[in-house]
């Protein structure tokens, strides 16, 4: 429960720099009386002002600053919660906001937003509407329950029966519903290009391993083929080669045939350049008798004797001539046989030539193969890379899938926490459970206002009254004093429902003119009997226009003037 002890303010409104204090639980019932402007509605704004930051009178903030001073507007509440014991300091001008516990000072390690919500869900566990609803009627700026929206009906039943956490909760759950939305699609997202990354992953690796594959087996082949190719040609040089070492050795006699030939030659030209002396030496004796060089006389038994001599000596050398053409035949032939041989061994070593540039070119080949498949070696490491790389993104790709299945399950979790939270869930039961009791004591403070209707509240918040012949009314075909009654009966069933849940159960019942207004006699004599009836449960303060028609029905009062522009209070009894 709250109880609230005191309230004071200084440079607040009409309040000078004179700190004016106000004891919230000493009596039980408080008069506060005063002119119009003489500072008595100060305490609501004070209270609506240091819990919440606001005017009760709807005055702009600024406006709150005392117009003289402009300067040091401080307000400060003290109140108890269960055992503990708060002070809340407000100001302006500088600006102040402190909220000290057993005290100590709560730091303000946030906005001051977050600070005053900390305030209002922690603390006070009432809004600004539903402290307007439970400890404050006024009758300027104040808006009755029935004046409301639904919804804000609605908000203010849930802030009394302490089941606005649900709204919270629901608020909460949304927000988080919307994370794990967003979660769940940045999961689905990565989860689909995990799944492009594999699989164009999966079908590179099959690529290289194919490539490897086909590769290393293409490699392979040409290696024995090339080999094979090598084997032959090396046996076909070496059959080349003793070919023409057989070969070689055939015409070894070469230069001596060649020798032979050349003599042979030579000795024939000499042979006929002597059978052309002789003839000449014939020519000789058959053209002269007579000798050039000594003028004898040459005989004709000389002559035939010379003549068939050289005769002699050319049928010798033409006989040789004859045997020497016979050998230069013979050694022309063998000469032509040795050439013709020649002409093989170099057509045959012009092939092993040929044959040994293959074997090198195929060795060369053999090179590059086997380069080829180290190359294929290094690719194989490569791919080995891409397989970790593979196994990476599947055990990326399952922490996402089972990451995207909780958020599932959490979602679903989440979806069926909404349905209870909602408006038609749990709230809607607890409320149902509280209407009876709710439109029990409506009834009942009606009837003791001495306004008998039956009057009833639905799960909307949407009224039923019947009154007379039990015709059917709504609040609006009330005249200004029954639609008071109605507010106020309200009022104090906000605060008994208040009081049993122990939710925004508070000491303090302040009632701003309400006396002035269009309660009549009766229903005064009847509001008062039922504020008395409180006792010592709560402390309420009256205030009004017409302390002399009231001082009577209370014990203590108090009383405000202005002088000299600044409000004061004179009497507090």
Known sequence: MLVFKTVKWKNFLSTGNVETEVYLDRYNTVLVSGDNGAGKSTVLDALTFVLFGKSFRGINIKGLVNSINEKDCVVEVEFSSS???????????????????????????????????????????????????????????YIPFMRLTNNDRRKIVEDLLDINIFSVMSNMLKARMSENKDKLQLASNRLNVLVTKIEGNRELINRMEKKAKESTTSCKEDLKTTNDQIKELMEEVDKEQKLVDSLMGTIE?????????????????????????INKKIEFYDENNHCPTCSQDITNEHKENEVTKNTEKIDEITNAIDKIGDTIKETEELLKKVNSTMVDIRRLEKTIYENNSSISAHNQYITKLNDNIEEIARDREELDDERENLEKLELEFKKFDKNKEDLVEIRSIMETSALLIRDGGIKTKIIRYYLPVMN??????????????????????????????????????????????????????????????????????????????????????????????????????????????????????????????????????
């Open 253 to 277: 006699c070469e230069n001596e045939v060649s020798t032979k030939l050349i003599k042979a030659e030579g000795l024939e030209k000499q042979l006929k350049t002597n059978i052309k002396k």
């Open 83 to 141: 055992k503990d014991m708060y002070k809340i300091k407000r100001g302006l001008k500088p600006k102040v906001f402190e909220i000290y516990k057993n005290g100590t000072l709560i730091p303000q390690n946030a906005t001051v937003r977050d600070y005053q919500q900390i305030l209002e869900e922690s603390i006070l566990k009432m809004s600004y509407k539903a402290f307007c609803q439970v400890v404050i009627l006024g009758s300027s700026n």
């Open 440 to 573: 029990k004591l409506i009834n009942q403070y009606l009837s003791s206002m001495d306004f008998f209707c039956q009057f009833t509240l639905d799960e909307d918040f949407s009224e039923s009254i019947k009154s007379r012949y039990r015709d059917d009314f709504t609040y609006y075909n009330f005249s200004e004093g029954e639609r008071l009654r109605i507010d106020l009966s309200l009022l104090l069933v906000w605060r008994e429902i208040a009081r049993q849940k122990n939710s925004v159960n508070c000491n303090l019942l302040i009632l701003d003119e309400i006396f002035d207004s269009s309660l009549d006699a009766v229903g005064t004599e009847e509001f008062l009997k039922i504020l008395d009836s409180f006792g010592s449960k709560a402390n309420v303060f009256v205030i009004t226009h017409k302390a002399d028609l009231l001082m009577d029905k209370f014990k203590n009062h108090i009383h405000f003037e202005k002088k000299n522009n600044f409000s004061r209070i004179i009497i507090a009894t």
